[in-house]
C-alpha cells in the first residue's frame, strides 16, 4: 500500500497591497465593516504587468520543490486547482508545465472553486495510491481580483476576494501522509455564488462580447447570507467525518487549517471543535479569500512559521462555490 506525503510547500503573493483605506476611496465602504464581518485588513491584487495565475503558481512550486529538494524534473502529474484560469481553455495545468520547462507530463485543471485545493489533493492521493505516479504537483492558484465589480454595488464581494497561489509536493511514501479526503457537493445551490459568463449555454448573439451591454454576468456574484449559513454546518459535519472515518476525535487535531472565507466562520469552527488559537491557522486578515489558493497558501506559511511538526495530525476544510466541500486529515 502506498501512500502520499506533503515533502514541500511554497507560495507565492503578487506585491501590489490593497487596504481597507484604498477600497474606502473607491465605494461605500469602510474598515470598521471589513474587519468586523471578515477579519480582513489588506488583500493582494495582481499587476497585470507582471502576474498571471500560472506565473504565480509555477514560483510557488520552485518554493515547494527547493524545499523538498526536488527539481522539476522529478514531477510525473500536475493537478492544478483554479476557477480563474489564464484562458477561458485550456486550463492553466499546461501553462504551468510550459513555464516549469516540463515536455509531456499530464497536467489535469480542478474547477471546484474553495473546495478546489482538497478536491486536487484528494485525485493526487488516489494516484499515488494506484502507484500510477510517485511525485504529484498539486497547486491552488487564483486571480479573483480582475473579476470582481470594484463599486459599491459589488461591494459585498470586492471587499473579500484576493490573488495568489500556493503549491505542494505530493510524494509515495511506505507511511501516511495523507489519512483520507472527504469530497462533496449540492448543485442546487449553484447560483449562490458564481460567475454566469462566458458560459456556453445563451443563444448564439448573446455569447458574442460585441453584443454585450450589460457585463454584470461577468462578474462575482455571492448570496453571502446563504453561503456563511451553509459553511457553518458543512465544514462542521466534514470534519467530523474525516476525524470518524480515521477513529479520532477533536482532541487529536493538532491544527487546523481551514480555506479562509471568513475569519468569523474560522471562529465558529475553532469554538465547535474546542481548539486554542495556536491550533488554528488564519492569514486572511493579510491575504483576503483567494478560492482555491488559500489553503496552499495557510499551509506554505504555517510551516514555514514552525507550526507544523513531525507526526502532527492537520486537518485541512473548506466550502465554497458549487456549493461544494471537502476535508483531509494529514498525519505530518
Ligand atoms: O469562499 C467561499 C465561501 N464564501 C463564504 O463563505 C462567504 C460567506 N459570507 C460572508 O462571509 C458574509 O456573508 C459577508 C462578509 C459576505 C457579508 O457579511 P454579512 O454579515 O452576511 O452582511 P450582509 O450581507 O447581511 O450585509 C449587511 C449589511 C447590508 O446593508 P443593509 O441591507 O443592512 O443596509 C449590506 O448592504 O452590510 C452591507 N454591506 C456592506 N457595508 C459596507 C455589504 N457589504 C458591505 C461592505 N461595506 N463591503
Not at 481580483?145 to 500556493?166: E, H, K, M, P, Q
Request: glycine residues 6%; charged residues 20%.
Amino acid at each position: 500500500m502506498h501512500y502520499s506525503k506533503i515533502i514541500g510547500l511554497g507560495h507565492h503573493m503578487p506585491e501590489n497591497v490593497i487596504t481597507n483605506e484604498y477600497l474606502s476611496t473607491v465605494m461605500e465602504t469602510n474598515n470598521e465593516w471589513i474587519v468586523e464581518r471578515t477579519g480582513i485588513k489588506e488583500r493582494r491584487w495582481m499587476d497585470p504587468a507582471k502576474d498571471t495565475v500560472a506565473n504565480m503558481a509555477a514560483k510557488a512550486t520552485r518554493m515547494a520543490l527547493e524545499r523538498a529538494k526536488l527539481s522539476e524534473k522529478d514531477v510525473d502529474f500536475i493537478v492544478f486547482a483554479t476557477i480563474t484560469p489564464d484562458y477561458f481553455f485550456p486550463g492553466s495545468g499546461v501553462l504551468l508545465q510550459r513555464e516549469l520547462g516540463l515536455e509531456s507530463i499530464p497536467a489535469l485543471d480542478i474547477r471546484n472553486a474553495c473546495s478546489g485545493f482538497i478536491y486536487a489533493l484528494s485525485v493526487a492521493d488516489q494516484f499515488i495510491k494506484t502507484g500510477m505516479y510517485k511525485t504529484v504537483l498539486v497547486v491552488g492558484a487564483e486571480i479573483q481580483s480582475t473579476a470582481l465589480d470594484i463599486s459599491t454595488r459589488g461591494r459585498n464581494t470586492a471587499v473579500i476576494f484576493g490573488d495568489g497561489a500556493g503549491a505542494v509536493i505530493l510524494r509515495a511514501s511506505e507511511k501516511p501522509g495523507i489519512l483520507s479526503t472527504h469530497l462533496h457537493s449540492d448543485g442546487r445551490f449553484a447560483e449562490e455564488l458564481y460567475v454566469k459568463d462566458p458560459g456556453s449555454s445563451r443563444p448564439h448573439k448573446e455569447r458574442q462580447p460585441e453584443q454585450i451591454l450589460d457585463t454584470s454576468s461577468f462578474k462575482v456574484v455571492m448570496n453571502g447570507n446563504q453561503v456563511f449559513k451553509y459553511a457553518v454546518v458543512k465544514f462542521m459535519e466534514v470534519i467530523q467525518e474525516a476525524l470518524q472515518a480515521n477513529n479520532l476525535k477533536k482532541e487529536d487535531i493538532n491544527l487546523l487549517v481551514p480555506h479562509q472565507a471568513n475569519l468569523r466562520i474560522s471562529q465558529y469552527i475553532q469554538e465547535k471543535l474546542e481548539l486554542s488559537d495556536s491550533q488554528v491557522y488564519n492569514n486572511i486578515m493579510r491575504y483576503g479569500n483567494t478560492t482555491a489558493a488559500s489553503i496552499p497558501i495557510a499551509l506554505s506559511e504555517a510551516w514555514a512559521e514552525g507550526k507544523i511538526k513531525e507526526n502532527d495530525l492537520l486537518c485541512l476544510a473548506a466550502f465554497g462555490s458549487g456549493f461544494t466541500w471537502a476535508s483531509a486529515l494529514i498525519r505530518w
